[in-house]
Protein backbone atom coordinates (compact mmCIF):
# COMPACT_ATOMS: atom_id res chain seq x y z
CA UNK A 1 0.00 0.00 0.00
CA UNK A 2 1.81 3.50 -0.88
CA UNK A 3 1.60 6.04 1.30
CA UNK A 4 0.66 9.56 0.86
CA UNK A 5 2.76 12.59 -0.11
CA UNK A 6 3.39 15.33 1.32
CA UNK A 7 1.10 18.51 0.29
CA UNK A 8 3.90 20.74 -0.95
CA UNK A 9 4.53 18.40 -3.86
CA UNK A 10 2.12 18.28 -6.77
CA UNK A 11 -0.15 15.03 -6.79
CA UNK A 12 1.68 12.58 -9.52
CA UNK A 13 -1.03 12.27 -12.37
CA UNK A 14 -1.94 8.74 -12.97
CA UNK A 15 -2.05 7.54 -16.63
CA UNK A 16 -5.47 6.09 -17.70
CA UNK A 17 -6.59 5.34 -21.27
CA UNK A 18 -3.40 7.23 -22.67
CA UNK A 19 -3.89 10.51 -20.70
CA UNK A 20 -2.38 11.93 -17.74
CA UNK A 21 -5.51 12.76 -14.73
CA UNK A 22 -5.76 13.78 -10.97
CA UNK A 23 -8.49 11.89 -9.21
CA UNK A 24 -10.25 14.06 -6.36
CA UNK A 25 -11.29 12.41 -3.17
CA UNK A 26 -14.67 14.22 -1.69
CA UNK A 27 -15.35 13.33 2.03
CA UNK A 28 -18.67 14.47 2.81
CA UNK A 29 -19.09 15.19 6.73
CA UNK A 30 -21.69 16.62 9.11
CA UNK A 31 -19.59 19.36 10.39
CA UNK A 32 -16.82 19.63 7.56
CA UNK A 33 -16.67 18.35 3.92
CA UNK A 34 -13.07 17.67 3.26
CA UNK A 35 -11.71 17.32 -0.57
CA UNK A 36 -8.19 17.06 -2.12
CA UNK A 37 -6.12 15.10 -4.71
CA UNK A 38 -5.55 11.80 -4.53
CA UNK A 39 -2.10 10.84 -3.25
CA UNK A 40 -1.61 14.17 -1.18
CA UNK A 41 -1.46 13.21 2.69
CA UNK A 42 -4.17 16.31 3.67
CA UNK A 43 -7.25 17.38 1.86
CA UNK A 44 -6.27 20.58 0.61
CA UNK A 45 -9.71 21.96 1.00
CA UNK A 46 -11.64 21.28 4.78
CA UNK A 47 -14.98 23.87 4.64
CA UNK A 48 -17.54 23.91 7.03
CA UNK A 49 -20.61 21.46 6.32
CA UNK A 50 -22.75 24.74 6.92
CA UNK A 51 -23.98 27.53 4.86
CA UNK A 52 -26.10 30.35 5.38
CA UNK A 53 -28.64 32.03 3.69
CA UNK A 54 -29.33 35.67 3.48
CA UNK A 55 -32.52 37.53 1.34
CA UNK A 56 -31.83 39.57 -1.36
CA UNK A 57 -34.47 41.55 -4.04
CA UNK A 58 -36.45 44.35 -3.03
CA UNK A 59 -39.11 42.05 -1.32
CA UNK A 60 -36.43 39.71 0.04
CA UNK A 61 -38.02 36.91 -1.40
CA UNK A 62 -34.87 35.31 -2.89
CA UNK A 63 -31.95 33.96 -0.77
CA UNK A 64 -27.96 34.09 -1.63
CA UNK A 65 -26.14 31.15 -0.78
CA UNK A 66 -22.86 31.65 1.34
CA UNK A 67 -20.55 28.94 2.13
CA UNK A 68 -16.76 28.89 3.95
CA UNK A 69 -16.32 30.42 7.63
CA UNK A 70 -15.33 33.61 6.36
CA UNK A 71 -19.43 34.47 5.10
CA UNK A 72 -21.06 31.40 7.37
CA UNK A 73 -19.70 33.42 10.68
CA UNK A 74 -20.12 36.91 10.01
CA UNK A 75 -23.22 38.45 11.30
CA UNK A 76 -24.65 39.96 8.87
CA UNK A 77 -28.27 41.22 8.33
CA UNK A 78 -30.92 38.50 8.76
CA UNK A 79 -28.16 35.95 7.77
CA UNK A 80 -29.54 32.09 8.58
CA UNK A 81 -27.80 28.99 9.23
CA UNK A 82 -28.81 25.71 8.06
CA UNK A 83 -26.46 21.86 6.85
CA UNK A 84 -27.78 19.83 4.19
CA UNK A 85 -26.89 16.76 5.98
CA UNK A 86 -29.23 15.19 8.57
CA UNK A 87 -28.35 15.52 12.14
CA UNK A 88 -29.87 12.46 13.09
CA UNK A 89 -28.05 9.81 10.42
CA UNK A 90 -25.11 11.94 9.20
CA UNK A 91 -26.72 11.31 5.52
CA UNK A 92 -27.67 14.80 2.83
CA UNK A 93 -31.07 15.70 3.74
CA UNK A 94 -31.07 18.75 0.88
CA UNK A 95 -29.16 17.88 -2.27
CA UNK A 96 -29.48 20.91 -3.99
CA UNK A 97 -27.73 22.55 -0.96
CA UNK A 98 -25.58 19.91 -0.70
CA UNK A 99 -24.37 19.72 -4.15
CA UNK A 100 -23.30 23.55 -4.13
CA UNK A 101 -21.54 23.36 -0.84
CA UNK A 102 -19.23 19.97 -2.76
CA UNK A 103 -18.71 22.00 -5.66
CA UNK A 104 -17.71 25.18 -3.60
CA UNK A 105 -15.24 22.77 -1.67
CA UNK A 106 -13.78 21.50 -4.52
CA UNK A 107 -13.65 25.15 -7.41
CA UNK A 108 -12.36 27.46 -4.48
CA UNK A 109 -9.31 25.76 -3.53
CA UNK A 110 -8.64 22.56 -6.21
CA UNK A 111 -10.01 23.12 -9.72
CA UNK A 112 -11.06 26.94 -9.58
CA UNK A 113 -14.63 28.07 -10.82
CA UNK A 114 -16.85 26.53 -13.31
CA UNK A 115 -16.54 29.25 -16.49
CA UNK A 116 -19.81 30.69 -17.94
CA UNK A 117 -20.90 31.25 -20.94
CA UNK A 118 -18.34 32.48 -23.56
CA UNK A 119 -20.54 34.65 -25.04
CA UNK A 120 -21.19 36.64 -22.28
CA UNK A 121 -17.91 37.27 -20.51
CA UNK A 122 -17.33 40.46 -22.53
CA UNK A 123 -14.59 38.60 -24.74
CA UNK A 124 -16.68 37.00 -27.38
CA UNK A 125 -18.41 39.87 -29.11
CA UNK A 126 -21.26 39.05 -31.63
CA UNK A 127 -20.02 39.12 -35.51
CA UNK A 128 -22.07 38.07 -38.60
CA UNK A 129 -19.70 35.43 -39.22
CA UNK A 130 -20.83 33.71 -36.03
CA UNK A 131 -24.18 31.07 -37.85
CA UNK A 132 -24.60 29.22 -35.05
CA UNK A 133 -25.82 29.83 -31.53
CA UNK A 134 -23.87 27.51 -28.50
CA UNK A 135 -26.08 25.62 -26.87
CA UNK A 136 -25.29 27.07 -23.29
CA UNK A 137 -25.23 25.04 -19.98
CA UNK A 138 -24.34 21.74 -22.63
CA UNK A 139 -20.96 23.22 -24.60
CA UNK A 140 -19.80 25.07 -20.86
CA UNK A 141 -17.35 23.40 -19.18
CA UNK A 142 -18.38 21.44 -16.44
CA UNK A 143 -15.98 21.82 -13.19
CA UNK A 144 -14.70 18.07 -13.07
CA UNK A 145 -14.37 17.33 -16.73
CA UNK A 146 -10.86 16.10 -16.63
CA UNK A 147 -10.74 14.61 -13.16
CA UNK A 148 -11.97 11.13 -12.03
CA UNK A 149 -13.98 11.62 -8.54
CA UNK A 150 -13.64 9.23 -5.49
CA UNK A 151 -16.28 10.11 -3.36
CA UNK A 152 -16.90 8.21 0.63
CA UNK A 153 -20.36 7.41 2.36
CA UNK A 154 -21.82 6.04 5.28
CA UNK A 155 -21.92 2.51 6.36
CA UNK A 156 -25.65 2.43 6.45
CA UNK A 157 -25.66 4.76 3.08
CA UNK A 158 -28.88 3.88 0.89
CA UNK A 159 -29.39 2.83 -2.53
CA UNK A 160 -30.89 5.93 -3.35
CA UNK A 161 -28.75 8.13 -2.23
CA UNK A 162 -25.96 6.50 -3.87
CA UNK A 163 -27.87 6.91 -7.21
CA UNK A 164 -28.47 10.81 -6.82
CA UNK A 165 -24.89 10.84 -5.83
CA UNK A 166 -23.92 9.31 -8.79
CA UNK A 167 -25.96 11.58 -10.94
CA UNK A 168 -24.62 15.04 -9.13
CA UNK A 169 -20.81 13.53 -10.47
CA UNK A 170 -21.66 12.51 -13.89
CA UNK A 171 -24.37 14.88 -15.18
CA UNK A 172 -23.25 17.98 -13.13
CA UNK A 173 -19.96 17.69 -12.76
CA UNK A 174 -18.95 15.76 -16.01
CA UNK A 175 -16.84 13.41 -14.07
CA UNK A 176 -14.79 11.20 -16.66
CA UNK A 177 -14.98 8.62 -13.64
CA UNK A 178 -16.73 8.61 -10.50
CA UNK A 179 -16.55 5.74 -7.48
CA UNK A 180 -18.29 4.93 -3.81
CA UNK A 181 -16.69 4.09 -1.28
CA UNK A 182 -17.58 3.34 2.57
CA UNK A 183 -15.78 5.23 5.15
CA UNK A 184 -15.40 2.65 7.29
CA UNK A 185 -13.24 0.81 4.97
CA UNK A 186 -11.22 3.97 4.26
CA UNK A 187 -10.56 4.87 8.19
CA UNK A 188 -8.72 0.72 7.72
CA UNK A 189 -6.71 1.51 5.06
CA UNK A 190 -5.40 4.73 6.36
CA UNK A 191 -4.00 2.79 9.51
CA UNK A 192 -2.76 0.16 6.99
CA UNK A 193 -5.31 -2.76 8.43
CA UNK A 194 -7.82 -4.97 5.74
CA UNK A 195 -9.22 -6.06 8.91
CA UNK A 196 -10.43 -4.06 11.72
CA UNK A 197 -13.04 -3.07 14.11
CA UNK A 198 -13.61 1.00 12.90
CA UNK A 199 -14.87 3.15 15.96
CA UNK A 200 -15.65 6.18 14.30
CA UNK A 201 -16.62 8.96 16.47
CA UNK A 202 -17.97 12.29 14.60
CA UNK A 203 -20.07 15.17 15.13
CA UNK A 204 -23.43 13.18 14.51
CA UNK A 205 -23.13 10.06 15.21
CA UNK A 206 -20.56 7.21 16.76
CA UNK A 207 -20.74 3.98 14.50
CA UNK A 208 -19.21 0.85 14.67
CA UNK A 209 -17.74 -1.00 11.64
CA UNK A 210 -16.32 -4.06 11.08
CA UNK A 211 -14.19 -4.57 7.83
CA UNK A 212 -13.03 -7.78 6.89
CA UNK A 213 -10.32 -8.38 4.25
CA UNK A 214 -11.25 -4.75 2.98
CA UNK A 215 -15.07 -5.21 2.97
CA UNK A 216 -17.74 -3.72 5.28
CA UNK A 217 -19.49 -6.60 7.04
CA UNK A 218 -23.04 -4.54 6.54
CA UNK A 219 -25.15 -6.43 9.60
CA UNK A 220 -22.34 -5.46 11.75
CA UNK A 221 -22.59 -1.67 11.52
CA UNK A 222 -24.28 -0.05 14.24
CA UNK A 223 -24.73 4.01 15.09
CA UNK A 224 -26.24 6.19 17.65
CA UNK A 225 -25.95 10.08 18.50
CA UNK A 226 -23.96 9.95 21.11
CA UNK A 227 -20.84 11.44 19.38
CA UNK A 228 -19.65 15.27 19.63
CA UNK A 229 -23.14 17.01 19.17
CA UNK A 230 -24.18 14.59 22.22
CA UNK A 231 -20.87 16.27 24.29
CA UNK A 232 -22.01 20.19 23.47
CA UNK A 233 -25.90 19.30 24.38
CA UNK A 234 -24.32 18.29 27.79
CA UNK A 235 -22.57 21.36 28.00
CA UNK A 236 -25.89 23.10 27.62
CA UNK A 237 -26.99 21.25 30.15
CA UNK A 238 -24.49 21.34 32.50
CA UNK A 239 -24.07 25.36 32.09
CA UNK A 240 -27.70 25.76 31.97
CA UNK A 241 -28.24 23.82 35.45
CA UNK A 242 -25.02 25.73 37.66
CA UNK A 243 -25.96 28.02 39.99
CA UNK A 244 -25.64 30.79 39.29
CA UNK A 245 -26.34 29.58 34.94
CA UNK A 246 -23.63 30.14 32.65
CA UNK A 247 -24.49 32.06 29.96
CA UNK A 248 -23.49 31.55 26.50
CA UNK A 249 -22.57 34.76 24.83
CA UNK A 250 -20.66 34.46 21.31
CA UNK A 251 -18.25 36.88 20.19
CA UNK A 252 -20.21 39.09 17.62
CA UNK A 253 -22.34 39.90 20.63
CA UNK A 254 -18.80 41.53 22.10
CA UNK A 255 -17.93 45.56 21.81
CA UNK A 256 -15.32 45.21 24.95
CA UNK A 257 -14.58 43.71 27.82
CA UNK A 258 -12.52 44.13 31.24
CA UNK A 259 -10.60 41.05 33.35
CA UNK A 260 -12.30 39.83 36.52
CA UNK A 261 -11.81 37.29 38.89
CA UNK A 262 -13.08 33.34 38.73
CA UNK A 263 -16.42 33.35 39.18
CA UNK A 264 -17.15 36.99 39.30
CA UNK A 265 -20.38 38.26 37.32
CA UNK A 266 -18.44 39.51 33.96
CA UNK A 267 -17.92 42.99 32.84
CA UNK A 268 -18.68 43.27 29.12
CA UNK A 269 -19.68 45.90 27.16
CA UNK A 270 -22.60 44.17 24.52
CA UNK A 271 -23.35 44.97 20.37
CA UNK A 272 -27.01 45.48 19.78
CA UNK A 273 -28.71 44.75 16.08
CA UNK A 274 -31.85 46.65 14.89
CA UNK A 275 -34.48 43.72 15.14
CA UNK A 276 -35.71 43.64 11.15
CA UNK A 277 -32.00 42.81 10.22
CA UNK A 278 -30.57 41.25 13.21
CA UNK A 279 -29.21 37.82 12.63
CA UNK A 280 -31.00 34.99 13.03
CA UNK A 281 -31.35 32.44 16.31
CA UNK A 282 -29.54 30.12 14.04
CA UNK A 283 -26.40 32.20 13.25
CA UNK A 284 -26.46 32.75 17.25
CA UNK A 285 -26.50 28.93 18.14
CA UNK A 286 -23.56 28.38 15.44
CA UNK A 287 -21.74 31.33 17.42
CA UNK A 288 -22.30 29.20 20.68
CA UNK A 289 -21.79 25.96 18.88
CA UNK A 290 -18.13 27.41 18.56
CA UNK A 291 -17.56 28.36 21.67
CA UNK A 292 -18.67 24.79 22.96
CA UNK A 293 -16.11 23.44 20.48
CA UNK A 294 -13.37 25.25 21.96
CA UNK A 295 -14.47 24.04 25.43
CA UNK A 296 -14.18 20.49 24.51
CA UNK A 297 -11.25 20.95 23.25
CA UNK A 298 -9.09 22.61 26.15
CA UNK A 299 -11.29 21.99 29.23
CA UNK A 300 -13.09 18.46 28.11
CA UNK A 301 -11.69 15.29 29.13
CA UNK A 302 -12.83 11.58 29.35
CA UNK A 303 -12.56 9.62 33.09
CA UNK A 304 -9.30 7.34 31.90
CA UNK A 305 -10.61 4.25 34.28
CA UNK A 306 -9.87 1.73 35.72
CA UNK A 307 -13.66 1.29 36.37
CA UNK A 308 -16.33 4.35 35.55
CA UNK A 309 -16.99 7.69 37.28
CA UNK A 310 -19.70 6.58 38.98
CA UNK A 311 -17.92 3.33 40.04
CA UNK A 312 -15.81 2.30 43.47
CA UNK A 313 -11.87 2.63 42.99
CA UNK A 314 -9.66 0.51 44.18
CA UNK A 315 -8.63 2.37 47.24
CA UNK A 316 -12.19 2.43 48.31
CA UNK A 317 -13.60 5.62 47.41
CA UNK A 318 -15.96 7.08 44.35
CA UNK A 319 -13.72 7.45 41.43
CA UNK A 320 -15.93 10.73 41.56
CA UNK A 321 -14.81 11.81 44.98
CA UNK A 322 -10.95 10.99 43.30
CA UNK A 323 -12.01 13.47 40.17
CA UNK A 324 -13.25 16.13 42.70
CA UNK A 325 -9.08 16.16 44.25
CA UNK A 326 -7.47 16.38 40.38
CA UNK A 327 -6.42 19.95 39.18
CA UNK A 328 -8.77 22.02 37.78
CA UNK A 329 -8.74 23.61 34.21
CA UNK A 330 -9.86 26.94 33.80
CA UNK A 331 -11.42 28.72 30.75
CA UNK A 332 -12.68 32.07 29.68
CA UNK A 333 -15.88 33.33 28.21
CA UNK A 334 -15.90 35.53 25.46
CA UNK A 335 -17.57 37.89 27.66
CA UNK A 336 -14.82 37.62 30.68
CA UNK A 337 -16.54 35.14 32.61
CA UNK A 338 -13.85 32.56 34.05
CA UNK A 339 -14.46 29.75 35.93
CA UNK A 340 -11.75 26.33 37.27
CA UNK A 341 -13.73 23.64 36.47
CA UNK A 342 -13.00 20.47 38.11
CA UNK A 343 -15.33 16.86 37.91
CA UNK A 344 -17.77 18.71 35.75
CA UNK A 345 -15.24 17.93 33.07
CA UNK A 346 -15.22 14.39 33.22
CA UNK A 347 -18.97 14.63 34.21
CA UNK A 348 -20.14 15.94 30.48
CA UNK A 349 -18.12 13.25 28.65
CA UNK A 350 -19.07 10.02 30.78
CA UNK A 351 -22.31 9.49 29.05
CA UNK A 352 -20.74 8.07 26.17
CA UNK A 353 -19.40 4.92 28.44
CA UNK A 354 -22.46 5.39 30.59
CA UNK A 355 -26.17 6.40 30.23
CA UNK A 356 -26.52 6.25 33.76
CA UNK A 357 -24.16 9.65 34.23
CA UNK A 358 -25.83 11.47 31.65
CA UNK A 359 -26.93 14.95 32.38
CA UNK A 360 -30.39 15.58 31.34
CA UNK A 361 -33.68 18.27 30.91
CA UNK A 362 -36.81 18.73 29.47
CA UNK A 363 -35.07 19.74 26.10
CA UNK A 364 -31.85 16.80 26.59
CA UNK A 365 -33.30 13.61 27.12
CA UNK A 366 -31.00 10.89 28.74
CA UNK A 367 -29.24 8.25 26.24
CA UNK A 368 -29.86 4.61 26.85
CA UNK A 369 -27.42 2.33 27.75
CA UNK A 370 -27.68 0.40 24.50
CA UNK A 371 -26.50 3.68 22.93
CA UNK A 372 -23.03 4.02 24.34
CA UNK A 373 -19.84 3.22 22.94
CA UNK A 374 -19.63 -0.42 25.10
CA UNK A 375 -22.77 -1.50 24.19
CA UNK A 376 -22.71 -0.83 20.19
CA UNK A 377 -19.52 -2.34 19.92
CA UNK A 378 -21.19 -5.73 21.90
CA UNK A 379 -23.71 -5.34 19.63
CA UNK A 380 -21.41 -5.41 16.68
CA UNK A 381 -19.34 -7.93 17.33
CA UNK A 382 -22.31 -10.14 17.88
CA UNK A 383 -23.66 -9.77 14.67
CA UNK A 384 -20.29 -10.99 12.89
CA UNK A 385 -18.89 -14.58 12.70
CA UNK A 386 -17.43 -15.97 16.02
CA UNK A 387 -14.08 -17.08 13.60
CA UNK A 388 -13.82 -13.41 12.68
CA UNK A 389 -14.87 -11.74 16.30
CA UNK A 390 -10.78 -12.16 17.70
CA UNK A 391 -8.97 -10.43 14.35
CA UNK A 392 -11.69 -7.57 14.82
CA UNK A 393 -10.51 -7.06 18.96
CA UNK A 394 -6.99 -7.23 17.50
CA UNK A 395 -7.15 -4.72 15.23
CA UNK A 396 -9.53 -1.46 16.56
CA UNK A 397 -9.21 1.80 14.80
CA UNK A 398 -10.43 4.94 16.57
CA UNK A 399 -11.02 7.92 14.40
CA UNK A 400 -13.31 10.95 13.75
CA UNK A 401 -12.73 14.34 15.31
CA UNK A 402 -14.57 13.94 18.76
CA UNK A 403 -12.18 11.25 19.92
CA UNK A 404 -9.78 13.54 20.31
CA UNK A 405 -11.63 14.34 23.74
CA UNK A 406 -7.96 13.84 26.10
CA UNK A 407 -7.96 10.27 27.65
CA UNK A 408 -10.22 8.70 25.15
CA UNK A 409 -8.49 6.19 23.77
CA UNK A 410 -7.19 5.02 27.04
CA UNK A 411 -11.43 4.40 28.59
CA UNK A 412 -12.07 3.04 25.50
CA UNK A 413 -9.07 0.18 26.13
CA UNK A 414 -10.26 -0.14 29.59
CA UNK A 415 -13.60 -0.86 28.67
CA UNK A 416 -12.86 -3.28 26.01
CA UNK A 417 -10.48 -5.15 28.45
CA UNK A 418 -13.61 -5.59 30.97
CA UNK A 419 -15.95 -6.77 28.35
CA UNK A 420 -13.30 -8.99 26.17
CA UNK A 421 -10.61 -9.92 28.84
CA UNK A 422 -9.45 -13.25 27.30
CA UNK A 423 -8.87 -11.97 23.22
CA UNK A 424 -5.76 -10.41 22.29
CA UNK A 425 -6.91 -6.72 22.41
CA UNK A 426 -5.12 -3.77 20.66
CA UNK A 427 -6.33 -0.44 19.92
CA UNK A 428 -5.08 2.19 17.24
CA UNK A 429 -5.84 5.35 17.53
CA UNK A 430 -3.29 8.13 15.39
CA UNK A 431 -1.26 10.46 18.02
CA UNK A 432 -1.68 12.98 14.59
CA UNK A 433 -4.60 14.87 15.38
CA UNK A 434 -4.99 15.30 10.89
CA UNK A 435 -4.82 11.65 10.63
CA UNK A 436 -7.66 11.07 13.33
CA UNK A 437 -9.78 13.92 12.06
CA UNK A 438 -9.30 13.05 8.59
CA UNK A 439 -8.76 9.18 8.55
CA UNK A 440 -11.52 8.55 5.88
CA UNK A 441 -10.32 11.37 3.26
CA UNK A 442 -6.48 10.01 4.12
CA UNK A 443 -7.69 5.88 3.10
CA UNK A 444 -9.27 7.44 -0.03
CA UNK A 445 -6.21 9.39 -1.15
CA UNK A 446 -4.18 5.99 -0.64
CA UNK A 447 -7.22 3.96 -2.64
CA UNK A 448 -7.30 7.05 -5.72
CA UNK A 449 -3.39 7.17 -6.17
CA UNK A 450 -3.48 3.56 -6.13
CA UNK A 451 -2.51 1.96 -10.25
CA UNK A 452 -4.33 -0.58 -9.76
CA UNK A 453 -7.68 1.48 -8.55
CA UNK A 454 -8.07 3.56 -12.45
CA UNK A 455 -7.62 0.20 -14.01
Not at 79 to 99: E, F, H, L, S, Y
Not at 265 to 286: E, G, K
Not at 317 to 329: Q, T
Not at 427 to 445: D, H, K, L, M
Request: with cysteine.
Amino acid sequence: MTAPQPSTIPPSNVEYGGDEISALVLDPGFSTTRAGFAGEDVPKSVVSSYYATIPTGTDGSRAKYLFGDNSIHTPLPNIDIANPMNPKDGTVDDWDTATRLWEYAITSRLTGAKPGDPYKNGLNDKSNDVDVKMEGIEDQEKPLEENPLLMTETGWNIGKNRERGIEIAMENWGCPAYWVARSGVLAAFSSGKPTALVVDVGASNVSITPVHDGLILKKGVVRSPLAGNFISSQLRVLFSTSQPPITLTPHYLITSKTPVDAGAPPQATYRTFPVATAPRQSFRWLQEDRILTEFKESVVQVWPGPGRLSAVSQNGGSNEEHAKALPGRPFEMPDGWNQMFGVERYRVSEGLFDAKMALADPTHPAPSQSQTIPALIQSSLAQVDVDIRPHLLANVVVTGGSSLLFQFTERLNHELVSLYPAPKLRVSAPGNTVERRFASWIGGSILASLGTFHQ
